[in-house]
C-alpha cells in the first residue's frame, strides 16, 4: 500500500476549474493505475476517472470531455484538472491506488472537498 494526500479541492463557481493534486509516497508509484473517486451527500462512490501505469486513461462518461487526469512519476503525483464544473460535481474526491496487477484499489486518500455552486 502506498499513502495518498490530495490537495487542490474548493469552492468554484458553475463553469469554473480546479485542479487536484494527489501525492503517494511509500510505495513503487510508477508501478500503479492511479483513480479518482467522489462522493456526492446521500450518495455511494462512484468512479470518475484512471491512469494506468502505461499512461492509458478511462473517464466515466458524467465527465468525460470536461475532466483530464494526469501523472508525474518523477513526483509521485497525479492530478486531476476539471474544467467546466457543474453543481452536480459537488462531491468528495477521492484518490485511490492498485497495483497493476490488481483489480481492486488497496490505497485510499483523506479526501479533497469540491463545491460547485449555481
Known amino acids: 500500500q502506498v499513502q495518498l494526500v490530495e490537495s487542490g479541492g474548493g469552492l468554484v463557481q458553475a463553469g469554473g476549474s480546479l485542479r487536484l493534486s494527489c501525492a503517494a509516497s511509500g510505495g513503487t508509484f510508477s508501478t500503479y493505475v492511479m483513480g479518482w473517486f467522489r462522493q456526492a451527500p446521500g450518495k455511494e462512490r462512484e468512479f470518475v476517472v484512471r491512469?494506468?501505469?502505461?499512461?492509458?486513461?478511462f473517464y466515466d462518461d458524467a465527465v468525460r470531455g470536461r475532466f483530464t487526469i494526469s501523472r508525474d512519476n518523477a513526483k509521485s503525483t497525479v492530478y486531476l484538472q476539471m474544467n467546466s464544473l457543474k453543481p452536480e460535481d459537488t462531491a468528495v474526491y477521492y484518490c485511490?491506488?492498485?497495483?497493476?496487477?490488481?483489480?481492486?484499489?488497496?490505497?485510499w486518500g483523506q479526501g479533497t472537498q469540491v463545491t460547485v455552486s449555481s
Open positions: 491512469i494506468t501505469h502505461s499512461g492509458d486513461t
Open positions: 485511490a491506488a492498485r497495483p497493476w496487477q490488481k483489480t481492486e484499489y488497496d490505497s
